[in-house]
Nanobody
Framework: QVQLVESGGGLVQAGGSLRLSCAAS????????MGWFRQAPGEERNLVAA????????DYTDSVKGRFTISRDNAKLTVYLQMNSLKPEDTAVYYC???????????????????WGQGTQVTVSS
């Protein structure tokens, strides 16, 4: 059974940093594009960042460009999201997800992803 387990969320002041991790199991990890989504209360779940199977290509939503960095370690079956210069509007539950497509242009919505983690809360105080 495929499992994606996120960790690293928490409470941080505006301007601070957090590093999220997502560890996969029972997944041919290097065959999947990995993404990080976030969902604030009352809002839709939206893509934050995605990374292709090799880590050579990444994609970010405009609001996090220059502040967030997605990376992956295929040997450790783990994907990361380094979040710097955090803002209160970054507050949300963050989810990692796996998609069986290599083209990042195909993996920008929830329906494109096959497997999901349970989420980790990120709260940024002003």
């Amino acid at each position: 059974q495929v499992q994606l387990v996120e960790s690293g969320g928490g409470l941080v002041q505006a301007g601070g940093s957090l590093r999220l991790s997502c560890a996969a199991s029972a997944l041919t990890f290097s065959s999947y594009t990995m993404g990080w989504f976030r969902q604030a209360p009352g809002e839709e779940r939206n893509l934050v960042a995605a990374i292709n199977w090799s880590g050579s290509t990444t994609d970010y939503t405009d609001s996090v460009k220059g502040r967030f960095t997605i990376s992956r370690d295929n040997a450790k079956l783990t994907v990361y999201l380094q979040m710097n210069s955090l803002k209160p509007e970054d507050t949300a539950v963050y989810y990692c997800a796996a998609a069986p497509y290599s083209d990042l242009r195909r993996v920008r919505t929830v329906k494109d992803y096959q497997y999901w983690g349970q989420g980790t809360q990120v709260t940024v105080s002003s």
